[in-house]
């Protein structure tokens, strides 16, 4: 009875880790559009004028990886592949779930960091805001909230897993000490 209840208080986290692994996946159809633009010199599904203007930033030296000609969108591929592993593992139940909380937040602050730097690449340097990458620093956002809180959730799982492991240690405790002695 107590794996059911236990079962039942973490099918929120389990949504949760759906909805990071279909965060995940939004984010590496995205990267694979901004990817294929990139290679075959596609027009944009974007504005081209004004603040918001896609190719400006998409073709500015900030939309490649420092000291390369490789795309920012190839890593931003790779982390959410990475992140939608997370997710997957989570949601099937294939880890243990404190750990894997501590590692998304861990990867999504990670993703945070980069964010930073391409939205003050964006805003300051390139004077331009790409509306496909504001999507996806939205999807990293919405992910490492989405992390925080299920880190939180999983603690007071933890927890009143403790309190009912301790429960029904001092039940056993008790029952066998009202046990009788049995006589040959």
């Known amino acids: 009875m107590a794996d059911i209840q236990r079962a039942d208080r973490r099918s929120p986290l389990r949504g949760s880790q759906l909805a990071w692994l279909i965060l995940s996946v939004a984010g590496i159809g995205i990267s694979i559009y901004l990817t294929i633009v990139h290679y075959s010199g596609a027009g944009l599904v974007c504005s081209t004028t004004g603040l918001i203007n896609c190719e400006r930033v998409l073709s500015s030296p900030y939309s490649l990886v420092p000291f390369t000609s490789i795309p920012i969108t190839i890593p931003g591929m ?27 937040v861990a990867w999504s602050g990670l993703g945070l960091l980069s964010i930073f730097y391409l939205v003050y690449a964006e805003i300051v340097k390139v004077q331009a805001i790409c ?36 429960e029904e240690a001092e039940e056993a405790t008790i029952s066998s000490r009202h046990e009788m002695p049995k006589t040959l």
Do not use: K, N
């Open 78 to 104: 790779l982390w959410f592949l990475v992140s939608g592993t997370l997710g997957f593992i989570g949601w099937r139940g294939l880890a243990q779930l404190r750990p894997l909380s501590i590692a998304e």
């Open 131 to 166: 509306v496909w990458c504001t999507v996806v620093h939205l999807l990293i956002l919405s992910m490492l909230l989405i992390s925080v809180v299920q880190l939180q959730r999983s603690s007071s799982v933890d927890d009143i897993d403790d309190e009912e492991a301790d």
